[in-house]
């Protein structure tokens, strides 16, 4: 009977549990906490159960299916924070949640590439957070990207340097400020981005032209700067970074404070100055390359879920020395330059910068306002003024070396709207219109022949974009984008230049006045574009994915690749351009393979690109003028075939120890001169070790970098006439040779300090650890000097 009566029990005990009923409903809405606005595509998750339901464009939700009892419920959605709950299920059952949303997911942010989480998106795209930056801040733009797979620097010398994608660099790679692409005379080898990176929170490096609302003409890429997220309280936070570097005998303070509130209000502003002396090679001082920054800017709006509005205003100055040895009267110094062993003049080290310098002062004023106006479609409107000034001084004669030899002001005025709406919860579109009016002043008063002349340019432009993703494994994206373009200029020709190019054939009706020795032109060129992008993500597996996207790209040419005409006195050549030159047009196809799990993360993405009227610079021999002879470099035009590919592995080998490796290649052919195209990026390859030590937050990082040497390069060598021991003898100039391939190695060490008020890290970082002397193929200042040798780095960030 003991025996038997337990068994009754669990056998009546059964029953009445498979008796109960497991059919009752939870439902309800997801608002937001704010402005009680419905939040789509929130997540309501019974734990432990494999139970969910998901809100409809009105916050709706419903979960079906539950047997009475007790429940824990989680409520989520992206940007927001989550909640928990726990409910007693005794009926059907209506419940209400509030989520507090911390920001506005703005277009600039979450575009067609799937924004910062890179999820099912059909382009390849990296990105570099908060810390990384922080970790970085004593350097530019270019130089913080190279850790990326197939980014690369143009360089000259130490502190001048542009971004350059899968080999392409210029007009061909859109930098992307706070969602409004930025206008500071990209055009120009020398010229670096006149941005500062302390006042974004991250950037975002898009390997093709797949955000077509900001451009259709970016081959290359696009670079994405996105400033600090807004919290959406009543609250007051902010950072400091502290940064002293030995090698220039400089560094840098950046400071950065927001106050938020709950209410949607908010304003930020950040601060940033910087200066460096001389830097130093391993084994001279490079004199006349001292840098001094500063940046201002800040953010005053109000931001809810569904409206909003922003005021945003940056300003950038920066004085940069040019290596005064680079500075070669004549074709005598270049040879003297490349056959010596160091910089032909050496000075003690000094904070002054003279000439030859750089001046560039960047203004930005940029209005934003959003509003979700139906739960499907969503209005965004920004306009944006800029105003861009760079001045280049030269090395002159008669105490006229403080009077700028360049002189460029140029204003800009953007505007870019789109209408967004969704259908179902598979398909998201976007049609907008973006208009942009330019207009650059020559300083007349430079007193030399000006090497751009003023111009205007109007651009106007149409885009439609769409994605469709009816499940987690598959999506699809694609986009359509026509511009036209009108470039309106006033520019003096020398009499012989216009006959002897054929312009006096070609574009007779640009004739204006003929002054015996000069022509007054007025150039009208007109360009219509139209680009495309198209492109599918397939998940294989949970953990294999494949991507393939094709982008058809159009560009005019810009100002200095038309009309560039004289000497570029910062690199001491002589510049030309064509009036002739048609617009590019690229095929680009990329494919992406990609594997990951808990543990590793790897893969590679191929690519493809055909370039019809592929416009690039290189040497062609030299000019006689009253200083001397110079280098003469022009602007011209071919067909380019490009392949390459990019490569990555993350490996997570234990808790503490990681390790990353990437490597990229890229192979550029010139069809019609069947010649390797010039400045071409060599193979390199970048691994990471980053070790967190055990029962403490301390964490070591060695980082390596390994560029090979260019073997695929066009001979663009040419001969002079040189005096030695009385008799005239012809030398050849090498200027074709890249050097040789170089190892690069880099120190992290981070220690976090925390006290009541602040949350701080102290961190000792080391540059070129092993002080290589070393050339890069890259800098066009290579034959002056070798690169900057070791930097060691203290630097303190305070968090509040």
């Not at 090497?451 to 149409?462: E, F, M, N």
């Not at 003898?729 to 981070?750: A, C, K, M, R, W």
Request: charged share 20%; hydrophobic share 35%.
């Amino acid at each position: 009977m003991n025996r038997i009566l337990p068994l009754v029990l669990f056998v009546l005990s059964f029953s009445a549990a498979r008796s109960q009923s497991c059919d009752y409903t939870i439902e309800g809405r997801v608002l937001d906490l704010h402005d009680k606005a419905p939040i789509f595509g929130a997540i309501v998750t019974v734990e432990g159960f494999n139970l969910f339901g998901q809100t409809d464009e009105q916050g709706y939700y419903q979960i079906d299916g539950l047997c009475p009892g007790q429940f824990k419920l989680v409520v989520s959605h992206v940007m927001c924070d989550q909640i928990d709950r726990t409910v007693t299920v005794r009926s059907n059952t209506t419940l209400n949640f509030e989520l507090e949303h911390h920001i506005n997911e703005l277009s600039e942010i979450i575009i067609a590439e799937n924004s910062l989480n890179q999820v099912n998106s059909s382009v390849t795209e990296s990105q570099l957070n908060a810390d990384q930056l922080t970790r970085l801040s004593t350097q530019n733009l270019a130089e913080t990207l190279n850790s990326i797979a197939g980014v690369s620097s143009l360089k000259t010398g130490s502190s001048i340097a542009k971004p350059m994608i899968h080999g392409l660099y210029g007009s061909r790679v859109a930098i992307i400020a706070s969602g409004m692409r930025m206008q500071d005379q990209e055009w120009g080898a020398d010229h670096a981005p006149t941005v500062d990176l302390n006042g974004f929170e991250t950037v975002q490096v898009v390997k093709g032209a797949a955000a077509l609302k900001y451009g259709g003409d970016t081959a290359g890429g696009m670079i994405l700067l996105s400033p600090e997220r807004i919290k959406l309280k009543d609250s007051i936070y902010g950072n400091t970074v502290l940064n002293a570097v030995d090698n220039g005998k400089g560094g840098n303070v950046s400071s950065r404070l927001t106050k938020s509130f709950d209410n949607g209000y908010y304003i930020s502003a950040h601060l940033t100055a910087k200066q460096f002396g001389d830097r130093q090679a391993p084994d001279y001082n490079l004199t006349n390359t001292g840098l001094k920054e500063s940046s201002f800017g800040f953010r005053l709006g109000n931001t809810k879920l569904i409206k909003g509005w922003e005021l945003n205003f940056r300003r950038y100055q920066n004085t940069t020395g040019i290596l005064r040895s680079a500075h070669i009267g004549n074709i005598e110094d270049l040879l003297r330059a490349i056959e010596s062993n160091t910089p032909l003049r050496i000075e003690a080290f000094d904070y002054g910068i003279q000439s030859p310098k750089q001046e560039a002062l960047h203004h930005n004023l940029q209005a934003t306002y959003f509003n979700q106006y139906t739960d499907q479609s969503k209005l965004n409107l920004t306009y944006s003024y800029q105003s861009s000034n760079r001045k280049e001084f030269d090395v002159r004669r008669g105490n006229r070396s403080a009077q700028a030899a360049i002189d460029l002001t140029l204003n800009t005025h953007d505007f870019l709207g789109s209408i967004q709406w969704k259908k179902d919860f598979d398909w998201n579109l976007e049609w907008g219109i973006n208009a942009l009016v330019q207009d650059n002043l020559s300083n007349p008063e430079t007193g030399v022949k000006r090497l751009i002349p003023d111009h205007q340019k109007y651009q106007a432009g149409t885009f439609f974009t769409a994605s469709y993703r009816p499940s987690n494994s598959f999506s699809w994206e694609g986009g359509l984008r026509l511009d036209h373009i009108l470039i309106d200029a006033k520019k003096f020709y020398d009499t012989s230049d216009w006959i002897s190019r054929g312009y006096a054939s070609n574009f007779s009706e640009f004739e204006q006045n003929d002054f015996g020795t000069q022509i007054l032109t007025y150039p009208k060129l007109n360009f219509s574009n139209i680009s495309a992008q198209t492109g599918i993500a397939i998940g294989i597996t949970e953990s294999f994915e494949t991507t393939v996207a094709y982008m058809l790209t159009q560009r005019a040419p810009n100002v200095s690749e038309l009309f560039s005409d004289g000497l570029h006195h910062s690199l001491a050549t002589i510049e030309f351009g064509s009036l002739g030159l048609q617009k590019e047009t690229s095929h680009k196809l990329i494919l992406g393979i990609k594997s990951q799990s808990e543990f590793y993360t790897l893969g590679i993405d191929p690519y493809l690109n055909r370039v019809s009227n592929f416009i690039f610079i290189e040497p062609s021999g030299i000019e006689l003028t009253i200083r001397g002879a110079f280098p003469v470099w022009e602007y011209q035009a071919t067909d380019v075939f490009m392949w390459g590919w990019d490569a990555y592995v993350n490996l997570k080998l234990s808790k503490k120890l990681n390790y990353n490796i990437n490597a990229a290649y890229t192979y550029a052919q010139d069809l019609i001169e069947a010649k390797p195209l010039i400045s071409v990026p060599p193979f390199t390859l970048f691994q990471q070790l980053s070790f967190t030590f055990f029962k403490s937050a301390f964490e070591l990082e060695l980082a390596h970098r390994y560029t090979a040497t260019q073997n695929r390069f066009p001979n663009t060598n040419f001969m002079v006439n040189r005096l030695e021991s009385g008799v005239l003898v012809q030398q050849e100039v090498d200027i074709s040779t890249p050097p040789e391939g170089y190892h690069n190695f880099d120190l992290y060490f981070s220690v976090p300090l925390k006290t009541n008020t602040f949350k701080s890290t102290l961190r000792l970082i080391v540059q070129n650890l092993t002080n290589a002397s070393y050339n890069d193929y890259l800098n066009r200042l290579r034959f002056y000097s070798t690169e900057m040798g070791r930097a060691v780095q203290l630097q303190l960030v305070l968090n509040y």
